[in-house]
């Protein structure tokens, strides 16, 4: 297969199904030992299993809701009022919308750079595709054409870190008030990074927009991918959520939610702020590794669980170096096809998971230094 | 809504979605409190965090794979030949399936009747259907016809319980291969019926066909939605699975993987045996309930987790059955829609759900033969 060819998902995959030596610095689910608080919590699943068949199960969900959009600040999230759907995963809740979408409108505006997972998503709906950069929306230089039906934004973004500020936000669901589009936003990573805290469904509320919003738990707590989607979306939208919704699962488990609801609790008091001074530790080393090299963070700014690493114009690309890593048994993931419409241009960029254990991405850092050693010393030769 | 646009689905998550008291005898997903050998394995999940962690996610696939098929003695099923996909669901593997023919074909024999949300998946797709009956099945009457593309074929049927018998897969599968059509199975109810246990994949193997199987681990045990779906398919198929499942998800949980190896192995041992022995013993009390009235069970003969009732032709069909029920506070399904292709064929049966506390399923049947007593007294005194 080429190298475009390959969806993001397929080399997180291949580096998931790998041998016990690989390390995988892949994807951006958190793949590291539970915190004591943490264990603490998973050690009362068993008992979940009677409160979940003893309890009702929309008071279950609701309980979910309410702490888990709580711990994020979102306090004008549609709790209780019929408009959040539980799904297995975002991806499951993306899918929906696309879906929905496509029975209303032809094409979309969608971020770009973010993972090609999203666009896929929508193209495979039949819906046609426009990149908007995050400069475009921060500057307000960009207003919805009126062949867009909707504009897809992803805050924090992936892989890139940036973050659409409340102001920014006001102005294009604003914008998208005014045209009659609808206002997605994928949330996903929001846990991460508390500048996104602000209440974005208040935001969005007072604009009058038609908006639709993802959350996800699935990259917030080292619990085996036990882990649920949540799509709300605004009073009064004729989009067929709740039937889209129906065909494709009947509920999430119950028991997760619980858990979920009891993580959310822990987050609030202690678990955030140890997940982000551990991403930030991680971040730091990788910096510290490369400042010896030509290479460097794409985003030191960012808070999320990757980071992107900016690779010299005079070395191999990010694919080359990508299979140089897997010869070491260590997987990442090369940036290009986060770049949807223009893949050449994240040529360059290489992106490595930091919810890791430290020892691992360490190891993977110190690798990716080594590759370009012998290209410094021959360039120090040639010169 | 009208009685024929409301899916199956819906009305589950209604009942789902319903206060304390209500009795939900909807959905045929196990819930019911744990058996003790069940409890035993639920109370090592706080230690399967680690043992996820440590173990290569691979390893704990193939043994997942390995246990759930072999508990219903599928030995030839592809274990470790890269060709079988663990879904969050088995709606998500059918999914999967229906996106991957439309690739290739237009139009799909469906059987009917069976759950309406497959034949809503397939349409999804933009797939055309055709109805096949089990009676044509069984008789070996029906041939696949040059513009089908593929037979879908659901064994045990739900809600029928009906049996795909061994020769009529070869006959099945033999004319298939002949033809060129792909065979698709979804076995989500296999492990409630021995009469499904004997090795499908062999049978097909051994005919050529191009086939593809949805197994399910949700029906069986009442693990609170803890599940998977596996969908495999046949060495040498074209069908793009692993693109269409990439774009959906990464992987399952593997703390879901590790309990349903466990959850398997108990089954084999002492799981099933007491499984069926409680489906046996709340479909006989919902018998003996209904013997002093006009109705009976439609399907006696079946294994599953469900009950089809017959209502008499002289009093309320199965709609109005299904409020009156409402009315008390229990949720049953009405099986119009099970009949995707001629609704009216299913307006005088019911649904109930066996996967329950007998306490559950007795109040039910309780409640249904009291709405038919007003009748029968009627009916005599007119007579």
Same mark, same amino acid.
């Given at each position: 297969?080429?190298?475009?060819?390959?969806?993001?998902?397929?080399?997180?995959?291949?580096?998931?199904?790998?041998?016990?030596?690989?390390?995988?610095?892949?994807?951006?689910?958190?793949?590291?030992? &539970?915190?004591?608080?943490?264990?603490?919590?998973?050690?009362?699943?068993?008992?979940?299993?009677?409160?979940? &068949?003893?309890?009702?199960?929309?008071?279950?969900?609701?309980?979910?809701?309410?702490?888990?959009?709580?711990?994020?600040?979102?306090?004008?999230?549609? =709790?209780?009022?019929?408009?959040?759907?539980?799904?297995?995963?975002?991806? =499951?809740?993306?899918?929906?919308?696309?879906?929905?979408?496509?029975?209303? =409108?032809?094409?979309?505006?969608?971020?770009?750079?973010?993972?090609?997972?999203?666009?896929?998503?929508?193209?495979?709906?039949?819906?046609r #595709?426009?990149? =908007?950069?995050?400069?475009?929306?921060?500057?307000?230089?960009?207003?919805?054409?009126?062949?867009?039906?909707?504009?897809?934004?992803?805050?924090?973004?992936?892989?890139?870190?940036?973050?659409?500020?409340?102001?920014? &936000?006001?102005?294009?669901?604003?914008?998208?008030?005014?045209?009659?589009?609808?206002?997605?936003? %994928?949330?996903?990573?929001?846990?991460?990074d508390?500048?996104?805290?602000?209440?974005?469904?208040?935001?969005?509320?007072?604009?009058g927009?038609?908006?639709?919003?993802?959350?996800?738990?699935?990259?917030?707590?080292?619990?085996?991918?036990?882990?649920?989607g949540?799509?709300?979306?605004?009073?009064?939208?004729?989009?067929?959520?709740?039937?889209?919704f129906?065909?494709?699962?009947?509920?999430?488990?119950?028991?997760?939610?619980?858990?979920?609801?009891?993580?959310?609790? %822990?987050?609030?008091?202690?678990?955030? %702020?140890?997940?982000?001074?551990?991403?930030?530790?991680?971040?730091?080393?990788?910096?510290?590794?490369?400042a010896?090299?030509?290479?460097?963070?794409?985003?030191?700014?960012?808070?999320?669980?990757?980071?992107?690493?900016? #690779?010299?114009?005079?070395?191999?690309?990010?694919?080359?170096?990508?299979?140089?890593?897997?010869?070491?048994?260590?997987?990442?993931?090369?940036?290009?096809?986060?770049?949807w419409?223009?893949?050449?241009?994240?040529?360059?960029?290489?992106? &490595?998971?930091?919810?890791?254990?430290?020892?691992?991405?360490?190891?993977?850092?110190?690798?990716?230094?080594?590759?370009?050693?012998?290209?410094?010393?021959?360039a120090?030769v040639?010169?």
């Amino acid at each position: 297969m080429s190298r475009i060819e390959r969806s993001l998902t397929s080399l997180e995959a291949e580096a998931l199904s790998s041998p016990e030596k690989a390390f995988n610095l892949t994807d951006g689910h958190p793949r590291q030992p &539970l915190t004591a608080s943490q264990r603490v919590i998973t050690d009362t699943i068993p008992a979940m299993f009677d409160e979940a &068949l003893d309890r009702p199960f929309a008071d279950v969900e609701r309980c979910a809701h309410a702490a888990f959009y709580g711990c994020t600040g979102q306090l004008k999230a549609p =709790i209780g009022a019929g408009r959040i759907l539980s799904t297995y995963s975002s991806t =499951i809740a993306l899918d929906i919308v696309a879906r929905v979408l496509a029975e209303r =409108i032809s094409e979309v505006a969608v971020l770009h750079p973010t993972f090609d997972n999203i666009a896929d998503l929508f193209r495979a709906r039949g819906l046609r #595709l426009q990149p =908007i950069s995050e400069q475009q929306i921060d500057t307000g230089s960009w207003h919805p054409p009126a062949n867009v039906g909707a504009v897809v934004v992803v805050t924090p973004n992936n892989p890139t870190g940036w973050i659409l500020r409340r102001e920014s &936000l006001r102005r294009l669901a604003t914008a998208c008030a005014r045209s009659g589009q609808v206002l997605v936003m %994928d949330a996903s990573f929001r846990g991460q990074d508390p500048r996104a805290h602000y209440d974005t469904y208040q935001t969005m509320q007072e604009t009058g927009v038609e908006w639709v919003v993802v959350e996800d738990t699935g990259k917030l707590w080292s619990i085996s991918e036990l882990k649920a989607g949540f799509l709300s979306w605004s009073a009064g939208s004729t989009l067929r959520f709740v039937k889209a919704f129906d065909e494709v699962m009947l509920s999430v488990s119950p028991v997760i939610l619980l858990l979920i609801a009891k993580m959310a609790a %822990d987050a609030r008091a202690r678990g955030f %702020d140890e997940m982000h001074s551990g991403l930030e530790a991680n971040r730091s080393l990788v910096a510290t590794i490369l400042a010896d090299t030509p290479m460097e963070l794409t985003d030191p700014d960012s808070r999320i669980s990757v980071a992107r690493v900016t #690779l010299p114009a005079d070395g191999p690309d990010a694919h080359d170096t990508y299979c140089a890593l897997v010869q070491h048994g260590i997987h990442t993931l090369p940036c290009s096809r986060f770049y949807w419409a223009r893949p050449a241009d994240g040529d360059r960029q290489l992106r &490595l998971s930091l919810s890791r254990p430290a020892v691992t991405v360490e190891r993977a850092a110190r690798a990716l230094a080594k590759i370009y050693q012998p290209v410094r010393r021959q360039a120090a030769v040639s010169r």
